[in-house]
């Protein structure tokens, strides 16, 4: 009996979300401090790509009717309407939504409404309206000539491959999907996926953009298209709609990435110079997701900066959290390296330099070539000066900002850079 007692207690207690203080005579109904725990389930949940089955709804059928005169049972005519037309998939794109974790793996249009007597059009099914967030890119899988289906496509080396570019000659081996790959030229394939034959079909930046995944089916035609003989009583049904395979894949859309190694102070600085507000700790990989960061120029125009997970070595092999974000700097025109000059992790500042550049290249040649600065941080930490001025002769011709993102100390002169990128795009080149 006190044994059912307390497991109902402990089951009102969990489902209340109280929590237990250390006296165990006494219980806290205090509710849980969630904050934290919230935005760290909330960085995990990120979604930056996504496999999506799209199907437009299939049409309505037509009717058959005739019309009737008065009393009399008389047939007037046929005067069955067509039927409406399927709903669309349709993905559109929206800045409020921050990844791709909501969209469901099957985006399907309504079914389009029957038509009716007297000529009656039945009404248009439900589009099927999925948010998407700026910068996605929609990749829709092609079917190859031998006939291969979309469904036997391998998904589990996922972020596992190397990059493949636009005209790539990626030579992963897998015979026939390269050679057709490579035989259209511009075809190439979300990264990670080794077969099938893949397109871009549209690059959502803009507010509002919108693409139509797969259209809705024609609705059939009633009996009134047909008025005379045999086929006056008969129908259309409706057609089915589009079918299509798609991986949505997020490339965030920034005019500036803060590249650095973990704990560099990245979003610490991203903190300064905007009203960004990212995660800040002193472990390593405390950013788990992009940041933007909007900087107002003097002009009225705003400057977007990313805060780009920490970057280590290796991460062009996928190491650390690799090829997942790194695909986020490739739309960035210009780069920040941010590094450490207190030396706390024991890695030279130029090193770390080094490093950045190299992991870059290596991901994408001609990447490290972009207009770049760069910002020695933690410059109020004692010992720097010395490190600072090697890191200079070393960094050149690239121009480097001390500052410190606790104190603020040299972050004006950051955002002047910035500003001065944005009025002349080859101001740091
Ligand atoms: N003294 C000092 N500490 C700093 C400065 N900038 C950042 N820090 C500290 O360095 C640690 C890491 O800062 P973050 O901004 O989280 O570093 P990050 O580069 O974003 O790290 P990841 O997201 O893990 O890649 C935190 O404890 C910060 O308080 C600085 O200018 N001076
Ligand atoms: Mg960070």
Redesign the pocket.
């Known amino acids: 009996m006190r044994r059912r007692a307390a497991f109902t207690f402990l089951h009102h207690a969990r489902l209340s979300r109280c929590r237990f203080t250390s006296d165990a005579s006494r219980v806290s109904l205090a509710p849980l401090r969630v904050h934290a725990d919230d935005a760290r389930e909330r960085d995990k949940a990120y979604v930056d790509r996504r496999r999506v089955r799209a199907v437009g709804g299939f049409g309505g059928s037509g009717c058959v009717s005739f019309a009737r005169d008065g009393g009399s049972r008389r047939r007037r005519g046929a005067d069955g309407g067509d039927g409406g037309r399927g709903g669309d998939a349709v993905i559109t794109a929206c800045g409020r939504t921050k990844g791709l974790g909501e969209i469901k793996n099957l985006l399907m249009g309504g079914r389009g409404k029957p038509g009716g007597s007297q000529g009656m059009i039945g009404s248009r099914g439900e589009d099927a309206i999925a948010t998407v967030p700026l910068g996605t890119v929609v990749w829709r899988e092609r079917f190859e000539d031998d006939g291969e289906h979309p469904d036997v496509v391998d998904t589990s080396n996922w972020g596992t491959s190397t990059p493949v570019a636009m005209n790539d000659d990626d030579g992963d081996g897998d015979g026939g999907a390269s050679t057709s790959t490579r035989r259209e030229g511009g075809w190439t394939r979300p990264r990670g996926l080794g077969r099938g034959a893949w397109e871009i079909v549209a690059d959502l930046t803009a507010e509002g953009q919108t693409c139509v995944l797969a259209a809705g089916g024609r609705g059939g035609k009633g009996n009134r298209r047909m008025p005379v003989g045999k086929e006056a009583g008969t129908r259309e049904p409706g057609e089915p709609g589009e079918e299509g395979s798609y991986v949505l894949e997020l490339k965030s859309v920034a005019d500036v990435g803060l590249i ?1 190694l ?7 600085l991203l903190r300064a110079l905007s009203n960004a507000t990212p995660r ?3 472990y ?4 788990m997701q992009p940041q933007l960061g909007a900087i107002e120029r003097s002009n009225g125009t705003s400057i977007t900066v990313a ?1 780009i ?2 970057l280590i070595k290796g991460a062009h092999e996928n190491r650390g959290l690799g090829h997942n974000f790194l695909r986020h700097i490739e739309r960035c025109e210009a780069f920040a390296y ?1 590094v450490d000059v207190s030396c706390g992790d024991s890695v030279k500042p130029w090193d770390a330099l080094d490093v950045l550049r190299k992991e870059l290249e290596e991901y994408l040649p001609g990447l490290s070539s972009r207009p770049a600065f760069v910002v020695a ?2 410059t ?2 004692p010992n720097t000066s010395r490190a600072l001025k090697t890191l200079r002769e070393r960094a050149k011709p690239l121009r480097v900002y001390a500052v ?3 104190t603020r100390d040299g972050t004006d002169a950051v955002r002047a850079a910035i500003d001065e990128f944005g009025g002349d795009k080859d101001g740091w080149a």
Do not use: H
């Not at 973990?262 to 610490?268: D, F, L, Q, V, Y």
């Not at 390593?284 to 950013?287: G, I, L, P, R, V």
């Open positions: 650095g973990p704990n560099a102070g990245k979003s610490t800040v700790g002193s390593a990989f405390t950013t805060d997970p920490g941010i941080t933690k109020d930490l410190s993102a606790l």
